[in-house]
């Protein structure tokens, strides 16, 4: 069974601060994905890293994926308060025929002005 | 990206009924997946839908408990069967091909009582 740790699991910041979301595995993903869901909303997907070391930047969000590709971080900038949400990363993992995401438990942001 | 579209978007049903939640993909996607989460928590896999054949069921969830059905490669049904309150959930239809990228439909919230 595939584990993946997320944390934390709750984070209530003021506007214009940073933060970093992580997630952590002892098991090597193919790739691995980070969400954004809204009440009401199903998680939409904000990137993808597949390859160790890898660094994306989406605006004001950075994401990393381990030399490993066991954990990943999510770092957010200056945040806002259109941040706010639940934030969830999965890992992609492929077996033979199967191929299935493996959730972390995700991490309530709330950015208050 | 795919397109998910998912209803009904909610629901209050009494218990021991039953309701067919549908998803439809716009583009022909290999996998697609449903998901059960409580409001600010995680998703839980509740199987792969295959089409054609019978779905693949995770760990605590049943046939006869979440039919699914996949006729083709851009719908699918999960039914919750004689619901209870512990069923009052959000359902998600998930789609994407494999190894790839997975993308959520808007979710169905149902409450049981």
């Known amino acids: 069974t595939q584990l993946l740790e997320q944390s934390p699991q709750f984070l209530s910041i003021q506007e214009g601060e940073n933060l970093t979301v992580y997630c952590n595995s002892s098991s090597v993903f193919s790739s691995l994905q980070w969400y954004r869901q809204e009440p009401g909303e199903g998680p939409v997907l904000l990137v993808t890293v597949v390859t160790g070391g890898e660094v994306k930047k989406l605006k004001r969000l950075t994401f990393q994926f381990g030399d490993a590709r066991k954990d990943s971080s999510l770092h957010i900038t200056a945040a806002q308060t259109g941040d706010t949400g639940l934030y969830l990363c999965?890992?992609?993992?492929?077996?033979?025929?199967?191929?299935?995401?493996?959730f972390g438990k995700g991490t309530l942001l709330t950015v208050n002005p | 990206s795919a397109v998910i579209s998912q209803k009904p978007s909610r629901d209050i049903c009494q218990r021991g009924t039953s309701l067919t939640i549908q998803c439809q993909v716009d583009?022909?996607?290999?996998?697609m997946f449903w998901y059960r989460q409580q409001p600010g928590q995680s998703l839980t896999l509740i199987a792969t839908?295959?089409?054609?054949?019978?779905?693949?069921?995770e760990s605590g969830f049943v046939i006869d408990k979440f039919p699914i059905s996949r006729p083709n490669l851009t719908f699918s049904t999960l039914t919750v069967s004689n619901m209870s309150p512990e069923d009052s959930s959000i359902y998600l239809c998930?789609?994407?091909?494999?190894?790839?990228?997975?993308?959520f439909g808007q979710g169905t919230r149902l409450t049981v009582v």
């Open positions: 998930s789609a994407g091909r494999q190894g790839a990228e997975a993308f």
């Open positions: 999965a890992g992609a993992w492929s077996g033979g025929s199967n191929y299935k995401l493996t």
């Open positions: 583009s022909q996607v290999t996998m």
């Open positions: 839908a295959n089409q054609g054949s019978e779905a693949t069921y």
